[in-house]
């Protein structure tokens, strides 16, 4: 017999003759998780795309007109537009510079801004302090959602939207008392304090003021509501309501008589102080889409909604009131000095409450007692 | 009663602003308008050189030495070249009192800001005329 050399070389000749097997083998495996991979993707693309071609109307919705591009520039404008109102009521001029009529200084503004170094405190909590801002700007600009702007033209309506609205908003000030505490700094916890402050003395008579039109209307929805007031605006039954509603949705923002949790000079700028570049930003922003929310919804309550001129589409009639809503809250907003937060308390407690409630209960007599005008409500 | 009287203040006050936003801003856009001074400003000079004798009285009545007087640039019959230098200048206005002959004054305009110290000396071409480029914004030209 041979020796053990030729044994070994013809086991190897047998491994020589199956290796093309082998890498055959192997290539097929590749290939089989590669094609795995692409029919999932298929399948799923396709899915996906049904979804898309399915609710095309409602995705233009969301994206483009009644939803984030057109809140987005809405609040591009409302910016450039509250900055050039200031500017008139202290008989300056407001941005000019850039662009025509300086239309274009809040790009400049935000790329100033975020192209700024962000600086976190060591005492904050890192991941908060990053996750916030983003998270303030996203509560706000939510119930946007649910603004009517047309019988048409909403994202969403619920039957308790109003409810809904109202619970996103009362978390802004939990927001910011959290942006407050995490930010490891005496000014923005005692702004964060603040803001909480205000919210205890407005909600009840902001919820209490929109009361009176989801009465009248019969419903806790906010398309329902405008709805309602296709034949009587509710502003004309309920004028004092109306003032409450303005006057807490200013104390819940936070704006100027009631800027105490952002008070420039005392803290130096509340429970914002310690958020830098593009965080700032946002929590700027989030303060005019807040501002733009509560300027629809009193719209919405108060003025009729998309109801107006007839000839007008509905869309238009809504965004005319909204201007002017906007410039009565700049301007009421800015016409005054700060109050203390104790005055601010006993303000709201003492006069806007009782205020709010009254103007329920004539409107409830009114309904009973006016022959002729719970008819007129209901639309005949 | 106090109620009702803060909120009548309340909406005085609102109809104010309310007037307030459509009045005319009171900014001027100032570098490119001019801002009214008052007549008598001590501001940069203008030499009228038709009136001037070369007594050279504006460079001895000069506390500060920013006026010098080249006698041998005549334009007319018996006038002189003065170079004011704004850097040294106070402003005192004691040259202009010194001129019997009508020949120094102080203008209205005080913004001579410039990017090179040697632009503040101003030479006869600058000391006598008040013409200066328009500044432009916007496709308007101002001054």
């Known amino acids: 017999m041979t020796g053990g050399a030729v044994l070994q070389f013809e086991w190897f000749v047998d491994w020589l003759r199956g290796l093309p097997q082998w890498v055959f083998n192997i290539i097929e495996v590749i290939r089989g998780i590669i094609y795995g991979i692409y029919d999932w993707l298929w399948v799923v693309i396709n899915l996906l795309w049904t979804l898309v071609i399915d609710n095309i109307f409602f995705l233009f919705k969301a994206v483009i007109f009644p939803g984030l591009i057109f809140v987005v520039m809405g609040l591009i404008f409302f910016v450039w537009f509250t900055r050039k109102l200031w500017g008139r009521i202290q008989m300056r001029r407001g941005p000019m510079h850039m662009g025509k009529y300086g239309g274009v200084q809040l790009f400049a503004d935000a790329i100033k801004l975020i192209s700024k170094e962000i600086i976190i405190p060591d005492k904050a909590h890192r991941w908060a302090y990053r996750f916030l801002p983003s998270l303030l700007l996203v509560v706000v600009l939510v119930p946007f959602a649910f603004i009517p702007w047309d019988t048409v033209w909403f994202i969403a309506d619920l039957s308790v939207s109003l409810v809904l609205v109202f619970a996103f908003l009362a978390a802004v000030p939990v927001i910011a008392l959290l942006a407050g505490w995490i930010s490891g700094s005496k000014y923005s916890l005692i702004g964060g304090f603040r803001a909480a402050n205000n919210q205890f003395a407005a909600e009840i008579p902001m919820i209490m003021s929109s009361v009176g039109p989801a009465m009248l209307a019969g419903s806790l929805s906010i398309m329902g509501i405008a709805l309602a007031q296709s034949s009587v605006w509710f502003i004309f039954l309920l004028p004092i309501n109306f003032a409450t509603f303005l006057t807490a949705s200013i104390i819940s923002v936070g704006v100027f008589p009631f800027d105490a949790p952002v008070a420039d000079s005392e803290i130096i700028f509340g429970w914002r102080t310690e958020?830098?570049?593009?965080?700032?930003?946002?929590?700027?922003?989030?303060?005019?889409?807040?501002?733009?929310?509560?300027?629809?919804?009193?719209?919405?309550?108060?003025?009729?909604?998309?109801?107006?001129?007839?000839?007008?589409?509905g869309a238009v009639n809504f965004i005319i009131k909204f201007l002017i809503m906007l410039f009565v809250f700049v301007t009421v907003s800015s016409s005054f000095h700060r109050l203390r937060q104790d005055q601010i308390v006993r303000y709201c407690w003492k006069y806007l409450l009782p205020l709010s409630m009254l103007n329920v209960i004539i409107a409830m007599l009114a309904i009973v007692y006016v022959p002729g005008l719970a008819l007129l409500l209901v639309g005949g | 009663m106090g109620f009702l009287r803060n909120l009548g203040e309340v909406f005085t006050i609102l109809k104010h602003i309310f007037r307030q936003i459509f009045k005319r801003p009171f900014t001027s856009l100032y570098p490119f308008e001019d801002r009214p001074y008052p007549e008598r400003t001590r501001g940069r000079h203008i030499h009228v050189r038709q009136n001037c004798t070369a007594c050279a009285q504006c460079v001895r009545a000069c506390p500060v030495l920013a006026i010098r007087i080249d006698k041998a640039d005549k334009m007319y019959e018996k006038d002189a070249a003065l170079y004011f230098d704004y850097t040294r200048c106070i402003f005192c206005g004691l040259c202009v009192d010194a001129c019997r002959f009508d020949a120094l004054y102080h203008t209205p305009i005080v913004d001579m800001a410039e990017g090179e110290r040697e632009d503040l000396i101003y030479g006869p071409e600058k000391i006598t005329t008040l013409d200066r480029e328009p500044l432009e914004w916007r496709g308007r030209r101002f001054r």
């Open chain 1, 275 to 313: 958020f830098s570049g593009v965080y700032f930003t946002l929590t700027y922003f989030a303060e005019f889409a807040e501002q733009m929310l509560y300027s629809a919804l009193m719209v919405t309550f108060f003025f009729g909604g998309f109801y107006g001129v007839p000839w007008l589409p």
